[in-house]
């Protein structure tokens, strides 16, 4: 799914498969290219965990933006971070572009 992303978000401008096979746990599966608040970020994504039964997918960040700020970063239904210091500020920016970009999807969707 993730290069249907280009297409369904405006936000996202770009995503490739890196290293590995898409669906497959322990691939580098994305290398993202996206805008929050009209700055360019990058992240490069990998899988950790797929589970069909729970319909569960987990991705670890381990390269770009994400990981500058904070000591590790995963997506799943939720987000979790751990940050290196008090100072790092919450994601709260990037929580608006999930939303975003998941109500590009929904929208996508209900338009075709």
Do not use: R
Not at 32 to 59: C, F, P, R, T
């Amino acid at each position: 799914m993730p290069a249907f992303l280009v297409v369904m978000s405006p936000h996202v401008q770009n995503c490739e498969l890196h290293d590995g096979e898409l669906g497959a746990v322990g691939s580098i599966v994305v290398i993202w290219n996206y805008m929050i608040d009209g700055k360019a970020k990058v992240a490069k994504d990998l899988i950790e965990v797929i589970d069909d039964e729970k319909k569960l997918i987990i991705w670890k960040v381990i390269e770009g933006d994400l990981v500058e700020l904070y000591n590790s970063f995963k997506i799943t239904a939720h987000v979790e971070t751990e940050k290196p210091h008090e100072d790092v500020e919450d994601p709260h920016t990037l929580m608006d572009f999930f939303i975003s970009v998941t109500k590009d999807i929904e929208s996508h969707h209900l338009q075709n």
